[in-house]
């Protein structure tokens, strides 16, 4: 190491701000990788626009995702909402 220039961790590089153009390309990044009508999922109750920079995002809330499949009527339509919260199981539905 050069005398004179400290060395940051690596907790401490990661936190400082991003230069204008930098958070602008990450931005454009990020829009391009969640375009309207995308999910984002996190474990984070941050408002993904604070995290992303763009864009207005509604919670889903209640709901379960679960994938479009054209074979079945089930799930054969995007946001599609159905099923049920509690389930009792009957003898036949057990393997």
Same mark, same amino acid.
């Given at each position: 190491? @050069?005398? =004179? @220039?400290?060395? %940051? *961790? %690596?907790s401490d590089r990661v936190s400082q701000p991003l230069r204008r153009q930098d958070q602008r390309a990450a931005i454009v990044? *990020?829009?391009? *990788?969640?375009?309207v009508g995308s999910f984002f999922f996190s474990a984070l109750s941050t408002n993904p626009a604070e995290q992303l920079g763009f864009g207005t995002w509604v919670p889903v &809330? $209640?709901?379960?995702? &679960? $994938? %479009?499949d *054209?074979?079945? &009527?089930?799930?054969?339509? &995007? %946001?599609?909402? =159905? =099923?049920?919260?509690l389930h009792v199981l009957v003898p036949a539905e057990v393997p």
């Open positions: 190491m @050069r005398k =004179g @220039r400290s060395r %940051l *961790a %690596l990044s *990020a829009e391009g *990788a969640y375009p &809330v $209640g709901r379960v995702l &679960v $994938g %479009l *054209a074979s079945q &009527v089930e799930f054969d339509t &995007v %946001l599609e909402i =159905g =099923g049920e919260k």
